[in-house]
């Protein structure tokens, strides 16, 4: 038996709806990209940095239709970043144009909630790292929270808005910092004590759940039956992403290489240690019952934001094979910059940012966009490696192999660069991880026979071109 879906994998600078074949006897997974849109924040007339959801969803839209125009539709799941939400009134309407988390407004906010919360106390409930833009921090300065019934995360709302139906898919619900990472549910006293309402917390549902079936104008718009059920998959797009890891037997690492880079391992429970919360380490839900163990790093954000101001300025060769291929060629320094530091987060100059932190740092600075790129991925690189050696540490878990899936996983100087650096294997690939991984979830839940992570996986690596690397 196989089933054809549709996987809606929304990145933080690109969306992307995919069709997909899934079956195992015999062995299908093939994936084809039927539309494609770039993203990112907008600035709204206040200033302030958020997404445009309307067009979000009209571009989600119009992919499901171009998925349906050729070829049946069993299912569609959706997945997506991380922490930013949109708020529902009483009457069902978005109130404001969603936050982006690069957004200025939590500056500061996270210290004097941290303050308030203890920090001992914040970790042990929800095992999360410490970033400025969780949503919980994110809630802790919201205006609009007195005309809100409602909050949906990004993929829950853009699964409302095809089905009618409200409710928040656990994996991303995780990254909230309000959710608990041994119980499984949402952490309504941490909201009480902020003094903010868990009245508008939807109910939760699990990977391979159905959300509902489409409201009948979606469904005339798509031109699909009215009875298509969207089914909750992974739905951050890590998780979505880990699930489509292709790990055999050996216990593994695995970096998810895109705008950002998650780094971390598949745990059975959370590691809820002095240590851990020192090492700014997340527990986040994923698929199956799993923890996500692992550490956000800045990612090739700060590559693709010095190619677009490059792109900008008119800088000669500065298109990303150049630069790759200019940055290949360059010997081994050992320089490298904090790629975590706040200051790369928001949009803007980056090379010139890039050049601080060199400074900083006491290296040379960069002169040419190859020189940047590679200062870059030496530095990526080098975190990977202490990010990897850290988590197997706190776990008690020694990794034999580390995959790269994502983006990034197709950046074959950053993948040899990982390998040398972290004295471990690499295997690369498959590029559209979180997409392959959505698309597992649905067909399993309509049937196709994949009881574990172990089947899914193992479909992964009989039907995916993977490409491996020494180190050296």
């Given at each position: ?18 069709a997909a074949v899934v079956g195992v006897d015999p062995a299908v997974l093939d994936l084809v990209e039927v539309h494609r849109f770039p993203n990112g924040g907008v600035r709204a007339a206040d200033g302030s940095l958020r997404w445009d959801i309307r067009r979000i969803h009209g571009e989600v839209l119009e992919g499901i239709r171009l998925a349906a125009a050729s070829g049946p539709v069993d299912a569609i799941g959706i997945d997506s970043w991380g922490v930013d939400y949109g708020l529902l ?183 809820l240690t002095t240590a851990a919360r020192e090492a700014d380490f997340t527990n986040e839900t994923g698929v199956d019952g799993t923890i996500r163990f692992l550490r956000n790093v800045s990612g090739l954000w700060v590559l693709s934001e010095c190619l677009r101001q490059w792109a900008e300025d008119g800088t000669p060769d500065s298109d990303l094979g150049s630069v790759l291929d200019a940055a290949a060629v360059l010997p081994a320094s050992g320089r490298v910059v904090d790629v975590d530091d ?131």
């Open positions: 038996m196989s089933k054809r879906v549709v996987a809606v994998d929304l990145g933080a600078t690109s969306g992307r709806v995919m009134d009483a009457s069902g309407e978005l109130v404001t144009d969603p936050f982006s988390h690069r957004d200025a407004r939590t500056d500061g906010v996270a210290e004097s909630v941290v303050a308030r919360l203890g920090a001992d106390r914040l970790y042990a409930e929800t095992g999360l790292q410490q970033l400025p833009f969780n949503t919980l921090y994110q809630l802790s300065v919201e205006t609009a929270l007195d005309k809100a019934d409602t909050l949906l995360l990004v993929p829950d709302l853009l699964g409302y808005w095809l089905t009618g139906n409200p409710g928040a898919e656990r994996t991303n619900a995780s990254t909230t910092q309000f959710y608990g990472a041994r119980s499984q549910e949402w952490s309504t006293d941490l909201l009480a004590e902020l003094d903010l309402p868990a009245r508008v917390l939807p109910g939760l549902r699990s990977p391979g759940d159905v959300v509902g079936t489409l409201l009948p104008g979606v469904a005339a718009q798509a031109g699909l039956p009215p009875e298509t059920p969207v089914i909750a998959v992974g739905s951050h797009d890590t998780a979505s992403a880990v699930v489509g890891v292709p790990a055999g037997d050996q216990p593994f690492a695995y970096i998810s290489s895109g705008t950002w880079s998650l780094v971390g391992l598949e745990l059975a429970e959370p590691v706040h200051r790369l987060l928001p949009p803007g100059d980056m090379p010139a940012r890039v050049a601080s932190l060199a400074v900083e740092a006491g290296v040379d600075v960069p002169q040419t966009p190859g020189e940047y790129a590679r200062l870059v991925l030496d530095s990526l690189a080098e975190a990977y490696r202490r990010n990897v050696r850290t988590a197997a540490a706190l776990a008690g878990v020694e990794p034999e192999v580390v995959h790269v899936v994502g983006g990034g996983s197709e950046n074959r100087l950053l993948c040899q660069l990982t390998a040398d650096a972290c004295g471990l294997p690499v295997v690369a690939g498959p590029k559209e991880a979180a997409a392959l991984g959505n698309v597992l979830v649905q067909a399993r839940a309509l049937g196709v026979e994949m009881p574990t992570l172990t089947e899914m996986r193992a479909l992964v690596r009989a039907t995916q071109a993977l490409t491996r690397y020494e180190p050296r």
